[in-house]
């Protein structure tokens, strides 16, 4: 029975993570790989806030949201919109946002251990005490907001230009959708998803250190793309796939193997299924 | 009215279009018509602000004259003037009533105005409203064309009473004009009297980019021929049909051999 709260608990993690690259990917075809370190930024941020202020929870909640839209549009700004339009993962394009993308990440993740040291830091339990608390706060927080994401997909007028861009960029333009203004929209809703991410994540795991943004982006990618790239039910599935395999492994051959798993995942799947990329379904 | 003037286009320095000249009128259809390769599909592409180009590309209307060359092409659309690509333009992955309500998604058009408009296009277009639910990637090539042009139709609606309810709401003048690059492409005969009959019904003004020679000046009133690049004649449907070079040259004529030597 623990483990099997464990593999839920753990999948959420991944599952959090993995719907705002989700989106970022059905809406732009990008792989945003700083999105990891957008997760990191609003860690920090909230763990900064929760210091200054204690015990101020929409203070500390608001701050991480801010912080990760501020730090995800910086990376559109600087990283992706300079190097064009990406329409397609096959233009040689897509391969410099990829690296330029990393760069950034790496910037981010020095950053931030020249401010705050390479070590891990306690991140406050903010919305409950005991270790059960706040994982139950995480899964119920990861539900809620795969059903918010959902909702907003299928049943807001933005939700539905976004579905057209991700489906077929140019024939949304000539639909009269202004897709630059909408793409910065899914920029930062994303990462605003990111930020919370970050508050439930961390307030379950209870530390924040620089590195937890890299070792939670690949865990993402992975969802992301064994799932299939847009599709957000596919996601879901995975995630929690992923995570009872890594309790599982845990369990049977011990934590070192723990990280490994997600990639045997990708492999197997990439070599077995020898599936392309999933791309334009954002639902 | 739409005036091209002196378009030029190239692919990677290669001209495709060598300086077009045409016009389209308010309310008015006009066929452009030639053999492959001859720069139909680039000319629609040039109006709708997809590729750049030299020349001007204008709107003359009473209240002034406006330039499409600086505009992005989501503002050309919301303009009126929607262009319809000959292979991809449906979302495949929305359902069928998301990709006609994805017009409602860019305007504020009031919800008692939607549900009219919608009756209205399924007036014509029973299948879609069987269908709405489905997703339009699953429907056949000729409903997807159907679908394509119904889409159409129903963005322009929707400007159109936008522009009635809030004058100035969408920014360039209004020009209802459709583009269809070739509509008769997959279509059976009925179901392009079906889009025909829509396209009077509804008061829109269409250029019809064709190989189709046949069907093109069958509907429209005026015609341009292109062939490679440059207009070689531009008349009323009537006198295009009479030419007969040109008829043997577009296949209208049964012996088509004999006509093009005798003329030439």
Redesign the interface.
Known sequence: MDQIVNSLAVGCTYLLIALGFNLIFGVQRIVNLAYGEIFMVAAYAAAWSARAAPGQVALIISSAIIAAAAAGLSVYLCAIKPLGEVTNVNSPRHLSVIVSTIGFSIVLQNAAILKFGAYPQRFPRFLGDSVIASTVWMMIGAVCILFAVHMALRHTRAGLRLRAIADNPELALCTGIRTDHDKLLAVIFSSALAGVAALLICQQIGVVSPFIGSLYGFKALVVVIVGGLGNMRGAAFVALVLGSAEVATTVWLGSNYRDGVAFALLIGVLIFRNRRFHLGQLR | MLQVDNLKVAYNGAAVINGVSLHINYDESVALIGPNGAGKTTIGRAI???VPYQGQIQLMMSGGTTSLKHL????I??SGI????ES???????SVA?NL???????STARAAKSVMLTNLYAHFPFLRDRSEQRAGTLSGGQKKLLAIA?GLF?IQCLKTLSLEHPGSVGAPLFPLLILDEPSHGLSPQALDTVRQALRDLNVAFLLIEQMARFALNICRRAYVLRNGVVVMSDFSEAVCENALLRSYLGLSADRASTLWTKS
């Open positions: 709708a602000g997809l992005a092409a989501w503002a659309a919301r929607v262009y319809i690509s991809t333009s449906i979302y495949e992955s929305l998301d309500l994805v017009a409602c998604a860019v305007l889409r963005l």
